[in-house]
């Protein structure tokens, strides 16, 4: 057999590196079609057919019955950023999949409407500014009036998914008499790192109950601006709040910063390589088997999730309940020794 010169060698990479572009603009393409079209679909009744048509299960088979016993002994208060004007449409595809699986919902806007699932923050502001503000008034309202009712307390935005018994189960592996927290974990900033908040991420009673006894009651971060997920994650390690890890048993991350398919064929954003503690996984080992959250999402990507992970299964391939192994709890030790300035992040 001829070896193959170098020559060829490197022809084979200009396609393979043109192709793989193609492939990237297709999808960013179909992408940004799809997100063009959305402000359309609470108009046109599309999302309020679909949205209604998945609150019948009735002619699924289904044994939930692992769910429904997890839902009740791991309680989650879900708290998800929004605007008013997401309310008429990605609100109502996000309470019609996955946040109707939240022991309870607060969505934070500014907002003249009423609900017990709403919580106004016209107070602090609403825009990109004051996402810490908002969030820290969000935290402090929480452990004044939900403290002792939940578990632990979920921060998500309004273009996350998030798969609720999934969390549960990662959850249910960890205490929630011992201050921590966990998702998506940077290593920059905050010497003990900090959870990227697009991702999402978690808190249990007792690190609520520091963060606003002594983080915020002695402004160890900004009352508002700044970068929100950098700013809580400074007052929870001032706060004596420990990083849970979030990875499985293969270093595989459960929460994630992009879609499903931006890890999956290994096209996250290259600022992960700079900001993630756990090295990036791309392609077949980017997630674990029980993912929690993907981001970045619009409320197509977000009914499709719903479809494909409630409404449809593999004969014969369904998933074990009885692995025991898979989410060894730890605690992240502290490891950095050099750190950005805030304004740096992406």
Known sequence: MRPVSAATTRLFLRQYRFRLLLLAVIITLTIVTITRREDNHGSDGRIAEITEQLKDDS????????????????????????????????????????????NKVLYLLCTDRKGRDILSTCSVGESKEHLTGKVRYTLKYMYKHYLHKYDWFLKADDDTYVIMENLRYLLSHYPTNKAGYLGYHFKLFV???????????????????????????????????????????????????????????????????????????????????????????????????????????????????????????VWGRHGRTDVKDLFPPKSVRPQNKHLLQSDDTP
């Not at 908040?197 to 007792?206: D, E, F, L, R, T």
């Open 191 to 313: 010497n003990q790192g900090y959870m990227s908040g697009g991702a999402g991420y978690v808190i249990n009673k007792q690190a609520l109950k520091q963060l606003v006894e002594v983080g915020f009651s002695q402004n160890h971060c900004l009352e508002d601006g700044g970068n929100e997920d950098v700013e809580i994650g400074k007052c929870l390690q001032a706060s004596n709040v420990s990083v849970f890890s979030s990875l499985d048993k293969f270093q595989r991350e459960t929460f994630h910063t992009d879609t499903p398919w931006q890890h999956t064929l290994g096209l996250q954003p290259s600022y992960l390589d700079r900001y993630s503690t756990n090295h990036v996984h791309r392609g077949a080992e980017c997630c674990s088997q029980f993912p929690v959250t993907y981001h970045h999402l619009d409320v197509d990507n977000i009914i499709f999730l719903e479809h494909m992970l409630y409404r449809t299964h």
């Open 59 to 102: 002619s699924l088979y289904v044994d939930s019955r692992n769910a429904d016993e997890i839902y009740r002994n791991v309680t989650v208060l879900c708290y998800i950023l929004t605007m008013e004007r997401n309310m008429d449409n990605r609100v109502v595809v996000v309470n019609a999949t996955w946040a109707k699986r939240c």
